[in-house]
C-alpha cells in the first residue's frame, strides 16, 4: 500500500539556523499538508498546497515558513531562523483530489532547535 | 470558533469487551468528522470518516462511530477489542464552513486493552 515517506526521522538543529524538511506524497495525491504537535499539544495545521501553490494557510504559518514542491515527488518544508519553540513533530500528509476527504499522513520528523 | 475535545486521556478496556472512545466538536457548519489512530513512531493513520449520509459509519480494523449531531459526538466504538489495539487515537474535524482543508484535532485519547 503506498506511504506517504517523511525525511529525516529526527533532526536536531541549533537556534537560528534553516531546516528543511522533505516528504514524498502518495504518488497521485493532489493536495500536500504540513502539520506540527508540539511535544503534550494537540496537532495544529500549517499550510495546504495545490496546484503548485499554498491554498491555506493558519497563523502559525508566518514569514519563517515556506513549502515547496520543488519536482514531481517531493514537498518540502523550510523554516528559516529556527527558535526553541519550533521543537515538534512535524507531519506531512496527502490526499488524492477532489471529493476525498481523508489525509493520508507520513511518520513524521522530530525536529529539536537546541 | 471550532475545538474538537476528548474528554478522556485514557481508557482501559479489557480484551474481548466493547470499547468507546469518546468525541465531541464544535463547529459553525456541517462538520467533516475523522477518527485517526497513532502506533508508537508511527504516522496518524486514518481509520474512519463522516461526511454525509448514515450517522454510523464503518472503518478500519472493526472500528464503527457514530454521529450524533444533536450531542454534537461522534464517539469511536469497537464491539469487541484486541491487545493491538491499543494505541493513541485522535478525533478531527473540518469546518467546511470556514475551510477547505484544515483539520482540527482533539488532544487524542490513550486506549490500553489488557489482556
Known amino acids: 500500500e503506498p506511504e506517504v515517506t517523511q525525511t529525516p526521522s529526527h533532526q536536531v538543529t541549533q537556534m537560528g539556523q534553516e531546516v528543511i524538511l522533505r516528504c514524498v506524497p502518495i504518488?497521485?495525491?493532489?493536495?500536500f499538508y504540513w502539520y506540527r504537535q508540539i511535544l503534550g499539544q494537540k496537532v495544529e495545521f500549517l499550510v495546504s498546497f495545490y496546484n503548485n501553490e499554498i491554498s491555506e494557510k493558519s497563523e502559525i504559518f508566518d514569514d519563517q515558513f515556506s513549502v515547496e514542491r520543488p519536482d514531481g515527488s517531493n514537498f518540502t518544508l523550510k523554516i528559516r531562523s529556527t527558535k526553541l519553540e519550533d521543537s515538534a513533530m512535524y507531519f506531512c500528509a496527502s490526499t488524492p483530489g477532489r471529493g476525498s476527504y481523508e489525509q493520508y499522513f507520513g511518520p513524521g520528523t522530530r525536529l529539536t532547535v537546541t | 470558533a471550532q475545538s474538537v475535545a476528548q474528554p478522556e486521556d485514557q481508557v482501559n478496556v479489557a480484551e474481548g469487551n466493547p470499547l468507546t472512545v469518546k468525541c465531541t466538536y464544535s463547529?459553525?457548519?456541517?462538520?467533516?468528522l475523522f477518527w485517526y489512530v497513532q502506533y508508537p513512531n508511527r504516522g496518524l493513520q486514518f481509520l474512519l470518516k463522516?461526511?454525509?449520509?448514515d450517522n454510523l459509519v464503518k472503518g478500519s480494523y472493526g472500528f464503527e462511530a457514530e454521529f450524533n449531531k444533536s450531542q454534537t459526538s461522534f464517539h469511536l466504538k469497537k464491539p469487541s477489542a484486541l491487545v493491538s489495539d491499543s494505541a493513541l487515537y485522535f478525533c478531527a474535524v473540518r469546518d467546511p464552513f470556514y475551510s477547505n482543508y484544515q483539520l482540527i484535532w482533539g488532544a487524542g485519547t490513550k486506549l490500553i486493552i489488557k489482556p
Open positions: 504518488s497521485n495525491h493532489l493536495y
Open positions: 463522516y461526511i454525509t449520509g
Open positions: 463547529v459553525s457548519g456541517n462538520p467533516y
